[in-house]
């Protein structure tokens, strides 16, 4: 997230900040105690309203917009395709490491 944190207000900065969002929401099916579908879909309500007001470019924002409606499913398929699409939209505005892990995330998501 390096390359972000430097980044100006607005597309770079904010791109980073919305997959960050959507990863965190999608971490909510995975580990030993997934969240419960309603609380996931409270969640990605909020989130959806957050999402609409950052200023986040249109590609960034359809991506990360499919991976809230999905987190708020019970279909991790969905989401781990979801999430590698925010992670490829994303990718210009990431550091490597922060790439990486994303990778990883979706990876484990896939199972």
Request: hydrophobic fraction near 55%; charged fraction near 20%; glycine fraction near 10%.
């Amino acid at each position: 997230m390096l390359a972000a944190g430097r980044a100006p207000l607005g597309g770079p900065r904010e791109s980073a900040l919305a997959a960050l969002m959507g990863a965190r929401l999608a971490a909510g099916l995975l580990g030993p105690t997934p969240l419960a579908s309603d609380a996931r879909a409270t969640r990605a309500d909020a989130a959806r309203g957050w999402l609409g007001s950052i200023a986040v470019p249109l590609v960034a924002k359809v991506a990360v917009a499919r991976l809230i409606e999905a987190t708020g499913r019970d279909d991790l398929a969905s989401v781990a395709t979801a999430m590698a699409k925010v992670t490829e939209v994303a990718a210009p505005y990431l550091d490597r490491a922060a790439q990486a892990e994303l990778e990883r995330f979706c990876a484990a998501l896939r199972g």
